[in-house]
């Protein structure tokens, strides 16, 4: 086997990694701003569609982390420039927030119900009967169905929230048509990343928190995976996995030596 080449670009999921549950993990700010002095190419990845890169650049300077705004990568990007590639100018019915509207709008799509190329489902704090019917009605005409991310619930401060995932499954169960979902654990939102910063897969790094979503499409994708023990996988379930990451850590402070 080949030896790898040294890290030069980073990619590092958010949630669970560098913040956790509004508050920075400890190292993470350390960490971040020698990512920002080094010049290393990085982005801060989110299967989260529901805010843009500049919301997210105000939440994590909230938390004491300052993250460039071109230095954000999310789901919402992910599929706008899935959606660009491959039927350029195209329309599609969204539900979702501010952050998949205007990533759509951005890559030059017609937002629409009228006969519409796709239906694009994402993240939202409201999801409508109303809409879903909609969705619902508009792929048995003919729509292609795309959502955002996989994930099944989502957090908040009561518990547990319906998110992308439940949601999909429901429209699939009405329709009997699959969701292509373009966020993480599909490699694809690594390969759109790494294209973001021209960077390459043999040397680049990605940290995340899960064994099933960040470190399978890191390793699906050809990087470099380093899992942190600062977030949803904990030590002991690491075996019950068929793959392994390529490093296991405490948290990102524990990866400072590597930005020497």
Not at 68 to 75: C, L, M, N, Q, V
Not at 138 to 166: K, M, Y
């Amino acid at each position: 086997m080949s030896e790898r080449k040294p890290i030069q670009s980073w990619l590092t999921d958010m949630d669970g990694v560098l913040v956790r549950e509004g508050h920075p993990v400890p190292g993470a700010e350390e960490f971040i701003g020698r990512l920002r002095d080094s010049g290393r190419g990085f982005l801060v990845l989110t299967n989260n569609s529901i805010y843009t890169p500049r919301d997210l650049v105000v939440r994590l300077r909230a938390a004491g982390l300052e993250v460039p705004e071109k230095a954000i990568w999310t789901s919402a990007l992910a599929t706008a420039k899935f959606l660009q590639d491959q039927r350029p100018g195209g329309s599609a019915y969204v539900i979702g927030e501010a952050g998949l509207t205007t990533a759509l709008h951005d890559a030059g799509y017609i937002l629409t119900d009228l006969r519409p190329d796709y239906v694009v489902l994402g993240e939202t704090r409201n999801y409508s009967f109303e809409q879903i019917t909609r969705a619902i009605r508009l792929i048995e005409d003919g729509a292609r169905f795309i959502a955002t991310n996989p994930d099944p619930v989502g957090p908040s401060a009561e518990g547990s929230l319906p998110a992308c995932g439940s949601v999909a499954a429901m429209i699939t169960k009405a329709t009997r048509v699959e969701p292509y979902f373009v966020g993480k654990p599909n490699p694809m939102m690594m390969r759109s990343a790494l294209n973001a910063i021209d960077a390459h897969s043999e040397s680049t790094a990605m940290i995340g928190d899960r064994m099933d979503t960040d470190v399978v499409s890191g390793m699906e994708a050809g990087l470099y995976t380093i899992l942190v023990l600062s977030g949803v996988t904990a030590k002991e379930q690491v075996d019950r996995f068929p793959f392994r990451p390529s490093l296991m850590v405490d948290s990102v402070a524990d990866l400072m030596p590597m930005l020497d």
